[in-house]
């Protein structure tokens, strides 16, 4: 939650002074007046509060989604710290919303990720996953890098793969890093950006 | 029941918006299959509710998107401000 503290000449400065600092919704600011300054003119010492914690807003908004979608999910929310939450669904229309590629599920994340950090003070690490969705990608993935990096080991021809995110990327890169025959890199602009496993010079 | 997109629309856009007064959702022309969202908010959200190169613009499309072919319909949401 976000909180400041500031001073005003009265109510409705206050209120203003509350929404350009705080900047977000202000059905989610409450503003107290902690002490009274001054005879002729007032001045108000006030502290702005959002009244939502962001992780339970994040869980909130998901919960909302997929029952305005009509869609039965179970959402478990899990802190693991002060710094990351992750939110796992199951409902009956996973693929649906996993999407092409994870599209779907991507566009979920950046979505909560960005609402979560809005109303927090602290950046908080937003992870969401859909069906164990991320598990299996991971297991996939790390599998293609193994075979790839085999088959560029023995013919020393460098392979592209195919272009991926930024996470997608690192798994490969962290599974393929104490390799001694290839090396990897990533190569082109997101979102074509993908990753080259090189034969390393012996 | 079929999917209120208003709701399921303005429901995503509402914590992002500064000035919720203003926030303004309208489905405004409604084929059997093609439906077209309009969302309007006060200029000062507009930043915050297309994002950085369009990206919470374009999450907002893709969770609609979703939404709606689940029941076989095509959905575009235009974004503006007053």
């Known amino acids: 939650m976000k909180s400041f503290k500031f001073e005003a ?3 409705d400065e206050a209120k203003k002074i509350a929404i350009t600092e705080l900047r977000v919704n202000q059905d989610f600011i409450e503003v107290k007046v ?3 300054k001054g005879i002729i003119s007032k001045t108000l ?3 702005a509060t959002t009244t939502v914690e962001p992780t339970e807003l994040g869980y909130n908004l998901l919960k909302d989604m997929f029952v305005n979608m009509n869609i039965d999910a179970s959402i478990e929310m899990r802190r693991r710290n002060d710094k990351e939450v992750l939110y796992t669904i199951n409902t009956e229309e996973n693929p649906l919303l996993i999407g092409k590629a994870g599209k779907t599920l991507e566009n979920i994340q950046f979505y909560v990720r ?9 950046k908080i690490i937003v992870l969401v996953d859909i069906g164990g969705y991320k598990d299996n990608r991971k297991r996939q993935l790390e599998i293609i890098a193994t075979k790839t990096a085999k088959d560029v080991a023995r013919s020393r021809i460098e392979a592209k793969l195919e272009p991926m995110n930024a996470y997608e990327r690192r798994i490969i890169h962290t599974k393929l890093s104490d390799w001694r025959d290839v ?3 990533s190569e082109g602009e997101n979102p074509n950006r993908y990753i080259v496993i090189k034969p390393r010079r012996r | 029941m079929p999917v209120n997109y208003e709701k399921l629309i303005k429901d995503l856009v509402t914590p992002l918006v500064v000035h ?3 926030l303004m959702v309208k489905m405004f022309s409604e084929d059997e299959a093609m439906l077209t969202l309009q969302v309007f908010v006060h200029a000062d959200d507009l930043g915050r509710v297309i994002g950085k190169n369009g990206r919470i613009a374009n999450a907002i499309r893709t969770i609609a998107y979703a939404s709606a072919s689940r029941e076989s319909k095509k959905i575009t949401i235009n974004i503006d401000s007053f």
């Open chain 1, 183 to 185: 090396s990897t890199t």
């Open chain 1, 114 to 122: 960005n609402i979560v950090n809005l109303y927090s003070a602290e």
């Open chain 2, 20 to 22: 919720p007064e203003d």
């Open chain 1, 34 to 36: 902690l002490e009274k």
């Open chain 1, 45 to 47: 010492i006030c502290e």
């Open chain 1, 9 to 11: 000449k009265n109510l």
